[in-house]
């Protein structure tokens, strides 16, 4: 086995380069958003669902852009590895005229639709009310969020990854401090209450933009981007473009609607379910960022090793990432039972809701054993590698056809207990685990989309 492992150092040094810095952006990401709860949860059960139903558009509006940029990062890395700059401006200059498009209509809504947004998810005319106020103080943020999401997405690309960390690291102390002036009137400023957390998340998009743009045009030496090389459009470009990001774009889409789908078993569960399932999540979370973070690199390193046309040295690479894959579920799964003790101690629960925990922490471990592997192949080395119609299409037929459906028929029809339900909910990340081994069992899923 080792004569198939990579035995370049730099390989390695490389790989924990861009690694590290994603799963500690996540983590930053994750603070963010705890902070804005723990602030909200003073002022009452209403301010904090309002909050979070409203912030239902910002999600949707993040995952598309995480569908942009990562059909962008597939030529990117790509084009990187050859060496032609000129090539990824060209990208650059079509991802950008997505984006704002994008934020258009997403803006739209928030202005003009807010309240018939939010009756999508609540009947509760008082948390309709304050979601409406928090959205259209929030709404000015979409643009300043969406440039700056896909351009942080966009550096790892090119393995410019540690400006991410200072943005998100600003950001949460800018949002932070501001939640605090604006959300409990203080340093003479009013109490604004949920209105003052939908400005302090204003200053903080304002910030991270602005950090963003002057390393673009300031500091980076990778890209080198003037505000010129944004205007001309190439048509053969708009087209691997399309063809490149529209799966991606498709496959978060339908991951984020099945995932809203799947919680609303867990949610016809019973209270108990859903506040273990919430606790569980923030362990998950936690524990999960060195797996994004290493699907990110695979996906980084496999792209650029493709472009550079240095196929021999692929298939050592794959199989490291392979390993790195099954390292990584091993180790997350550990440390989620490690947790399970300290999660009971933080929450106020009922008993019975702690049992649920336990059991739903359990039964998260053994899938991270399957989620490790099934993310840094999919995610990572498959799409890296330009075969992002694949994953589409697994993420169809498993979650569409066999996790939703089950899931509502073995909580509802056989009654069968909280954990094997679980179970069943995320089968498709099983069985994707063992269909991405299979996909890379040879060369058929590499896709080289330069020209």
């Known amino acids: 086995m080792a004569s198939f492992l990579v035995k370049d150092k730099d390989f390695y040094g490389q790989m924990l380069k861009i690694a590290v810095p994603i799963a500690f952006q996540n983590m930053l990401t994750f603070a963010v958003s705890m902070m804005d709860t723990v602030m909200l949860g003073s002022l009452g059960e209403v301010a904090i669902s309002a909050s979070s139903l409203a912030n239902q558009l910002t999600f949707i509006l993040s995952v598309i852009m995480f569908g942009v940029s990562g059909g962008s990062n597939v030529l990117i890395s790509q084009y990187w590895g050859k060496k032609d700059i000129g090539a990824i401006h060209k990208v650059l200059a079509i991802m950008y005229r997505v984006v704002l498009a994008l934020v258009i209509v997403f803006s739209i809504v928030a202005l003009f639709m807010p309240e018939g947004f939010l009756r999508i998810f609540t009947t509760d005319q008082r948390v309709i009310e304050q979601g409406v106020a928090y959205l259209k103080i929030v709404v000015w943020s979409f643009f300043f969020y969406a440039v700056t999401n896909v351009t942080l997405n966009m550096l790892r690309s090119v393995r410019a990854v540690k400006i991410a960390i200072v943005v998100y690291t600003v950001s949460l102390l800018v949002n932070t401090f501001f939640n605090w002036v604006f959300i409990f009137g203080k340093l003479g400023a009013p109490a604004m209450g949920i209105r003052g957390a939908a400005i302090g998340t204003l200053i903080a998009r304002i910030t991270e933009f602005a950090i963003v743009i002057v390393y673009m045009f300031r500091y980076d030496n990778k890209i080198k981007l003037k505000l010129k090389n944004l205007l001309p459009t190439d048509k053969q470009m708009i087209k691997d473009f399309a063809v490149n990001s529209f799966p991606v774009i498709c496959n978060e889409l339908l991951w984020a609607i099945g995932a809203s789908i799947l919680s609303v078993v867990v949610a016809r569960m019973g209270t108990e379910v859903v506040a273990a399932n919430s606790i569980n999540n923030v362990a998950m979370q936690l524990v999960s960022v060195m797996v994004f ?159």
């Open 293 to 451: 973070g290493i699907s990110a690199a695979a996906q980084v390193i496999v792209g650029n090793t493709i472009g550079a046309g240095d196929y021999e040295k692929l298939h050592q690479v794959t199989v490291t990432l392979k390993i790195f894959g099954i390292a990584i579920g091993v180790i997350a799964a550990v440390m989620m039972l490690a947790m399970k003790p300290l999660m009971m101690v933080l929450y106020n629960v009922s008993d019975l809701t702690k049992v649920y925990t336990g059991q739903i922490m359990t039964v998260t471990a053994f899938l991270l054993l399957f989620r490790g592997p099934e993310n840094v192949n999919m995610m990572g080395i498959l799409r890296g590698g330009g075969d992002s119609r694949f994953v589409l299409v697994a993420d169809i037929i498993f979650m569409w056809t066999l996790a939703i459906p089950l899931g509502f028929f073995v909580a509802f029809q056989l009654g069968w207990p909280v954990a094997a339900v679980f179970i069943v909910l995320k089968i498709d990340e099983i069985l994707k685990t063992f269909l991405s081994f299979w996909r890379l069992r040879n060369n058929n899923w590499v896709r080289n989309v330069t020209r």
